[in-house]
């Protein structure tokens, strides 16, 4: 596993591919994997790597919180697709010490013990399970339309739409889509989607946009409606 040299352009596609049909390196959520593979990146991603541009902007807003991220960083060799070996240059993400040290220490004491613990944890998820499932959630849902301009005439509308529906994450579900001319030649990607309200904001959806700059020059939201 492995995504080749990180730092050459080879490198850059082959995680530009990984990434166009997941959203994380590994899992739903950002994690100390994608700190691991963003670390080993020396530059932003070019525009056309829209897969791969798209998670770059992502992760690089998490660089406050990265310590906080779920998991424990692994060699890079340990990531990406099958079949593709790490060349990346540079020390590799060195594994937590405290790994080492669980085997050695006795944390709960006796295996009676162990096994009580187990049993009690077990039917209160149990319980928990049962009583969550007679009461279904509601999930509040919104429907957006956004309004997607680019700098003149010249933009690639495909590779813009295309960069725009790069950006998956989870609540996220995108709709249709149409061209509608705004003067003098250019046109405007005027796209819908649906919402989780407590998962997706217009913020997020107005940052991961814009930042394909080569073909974003501002994105509004033209209509909003609660589902």
Known sequence: MGFGDLKSPAGLKVLNGFLSERSYIE???PSQADVAVFEAISSPPPADLCHALRWY???RSYQNQKGSLPGVKKPLGQY???GVADATTGPAPAADDEEEDDDDIDLFGSDDEDAEAARLKEQRVAEYAAK???KPALIAKSSLLLDVKPW???TDMAKLEECVRSIQMEGLVWGQSKLVPVGYGIKKLQIGCVVEDDKV???ILEDQI?????FVQ???VAAFNKI
């Open 27 to 29: 899992g739903f959520v």
């Open 57 to 59: 902007n992502h992760i």
């Open 80 to 82: 990406g697709p099958a």
């Open 132 to 134: 969550k499932a007679k």
């Open 152 to 154: 003149d005439d010249e």
């Open 201 to 203: 904001g217009t913020d």
């Open 210 to 214: 814009t930042a394909f700059e080569d």
């Open 218 to 220: 501002s994105m509004d």
